[in-house]
Structure formats: structure tokens, C-alpha cells
């Protein structure tokens, strides 16, 4: 595990001030990050469905360019970080694997907006996730997740995923606390935004 994954404090109780909880979703395809993202920002030890990949899996799990995975999320990753002394947000990863897609619509259940994790070198495993939280009409927001390699300009990434002008595109290292924070503050703040319009639309 990445150390600046193991220097997240374990235990942290949740406040008896907190009042109100925002669910969120982290969705993209397999191997792209979600599960370390979760693991890197949660205040809490996360709850992880990840098993081990097995010759059952050959031909049916897609892990072209993700050769040296050996674990996949079976069912969804848990995470909780505290915005202030009562908004606390729960993280929920979703698996990346289309034979679990169909837990997708619960995971989606009372979820007020979600963060695409992309890679760049598989940007088509990415067009499921933003067709199914277009089709649900969710706010969310993309995150490109920085792997060894080329990097794109983000222009480049946002005209080859069709998003239009109004959905926030960003850079990540999901490895990092403060990088998986900075994604999260960019969701609220698109929510908030999103939040102001309505209220002021006659």
C-alpha cells in the first residue's frame, strides 16, 4: 500500500455534532482507481469488497491494460470524510467490472452527484459510467486519474469523452489524501453551483 495511503489516521470517530450526510459515487472503468481513491481520502478505515482475480475470471474480466491487477471490487467500496463539524460525505466506490454493473442503479439510490475516474490510456471505459449518470440526469464531475505514461492535455480528454462546458474536468493522483480531497471539494462545489442556479431560475 502506497504510504501516503498508510499515514490516514484508522479510527476517527464520527462527530455528535454532525447533522447532515451527502452520499456520492465513484464510478469509471476497471482498474482506473476508485478503490485507492476511497482508501486515500476516507478519515476512516474503508470498507473494501476487493477479491482476488482467478482463471475463472479469463475472458470474462476486460484487463487489457491493466495486466499486473490482481484484485477487482466485487461489490462497492466504503468511505466517510467530515467537510466541517456537521457535513459529513459518504463515499460509495463503485466496481469497475461490467459483469457488476447492475449494482450501479442501487448504488445510485439517494446519491446527490458522482465522480468519474478516468485513465487516459482507456478513455472508452469511461463513456459507460457518464451514459448511465446522464441517463439517471446526475451532476457529476471527471477526474483524471495521472498514471505513468503520456499525459493529454485535458481539452484533448474532454472533446475525445463528449462533456460538455458545464461539467468540471480535473487532474487527480488518487494515491494522495490531498489530491482525493481537492476532487471532492470540486463535487460539492459543482453541486453547490448547480444548487445557486436552480434557486435563482424563476
Same mark, same amino acid.
Request: hydrophobic share 40%.
Given at each position: 500500500?502506497?504510504s501516503t495511503?498508510?499515514e ?7 462527530? @455528535?455534532?454532525a ?9 469509471g472503468g ?10 486515500s ?17 479469463v ?13 477487482t ?8 470524510? @467530515? ?7 459518504y463515499?460509495?466506490?463503485?466496481p469497475?467490472?461490467?459483469r457488476?454493473w447492475?449494482?450501479w442503479d ?15 490510456r482507456?478513455l ?10 446522464e ?17 493529454h ?10 462533456? @460538455?462546458?458545464?461539467?468540471?474536468l ?5 494515491? $494522495?489524501?490531498? @489530491?482525493?480531497?481537492q476532487?471532492?471539494? $470540486?463535487?460539492?462545489?459543482h453541486?453547490? $453551483? ?6 435563482? $431560475?424563476?
Amino acid at each position: 500500500m502506497d504510504s501516503t495511503i498508510s499515514e490516514r489516521t484508522d479510527r476517527a470517530p464520527l462527530s @455528535s455534532t454532525a447533522a447532515e450526510g451527502l452520499k456520492i459515487v465513484i464510478v469509471g472503468g476497471f482498474g482506473v482507481g476508485k478503490t485507492t481513491l476511497v482508501r486515500s481520502v476516507s478519515e476512516i478505515r474503508p470498507l473494501s469488497t476487493e477479491e482476488t482475480m482467478t482463471q475463472a475470471g479469463v475472458g470474462i474480466d476486460h484487463t487489457a491494460g491493466v495486466l499486473d491487477k490482481a484484485t477487482t471490487t466485487v461489490a462497492f467500496d466504503f468511505g466517510r470524510i @467530515s467537510l466541517d463539524e456537521q457535513m459529513v460525505l459518504y463515499l460509495f466506490g463503485a466496481p469497475g467490472q461490467d459483469r457488476f454493473w447492475f449494482l450501479w442503479d442501487r448504488l445510485f439510490a439517494g446519491t446527490l452527484g458522482a465522480v468519474v475516474l478516468v485513465d487516459t490510456r482507456r478513455l472508452a471505459d469511461s463513456w459507460y459510467a457518464i451514459d448511465r449518470l446522464e441517463h439517471h440526469g446526475m451532476p457529476f464531475i471527471v477526474a483524471r486519474n495521472n498514471f505513468d505514461g503520456p499525459v493529454h492535455d485535458l481539452r484533448a480528454v474532454r472533446d475525445a469523452l463528449t462533456l @460538455s462546458e458545464d461539467v468540471p474536468l480535473i487532474d487527480c493522483d488518487a494515491r $494522495t489524501r490531498e @489530491s482525493s480531497k481537492q476532487v471532492l471539494i $470540486t463535487l460539492v462545489r459543482h453541486l453547490h $453551483t448547480l444548487s445557486a442556479a436552480r434557486e435563482t $431560475t424563476p
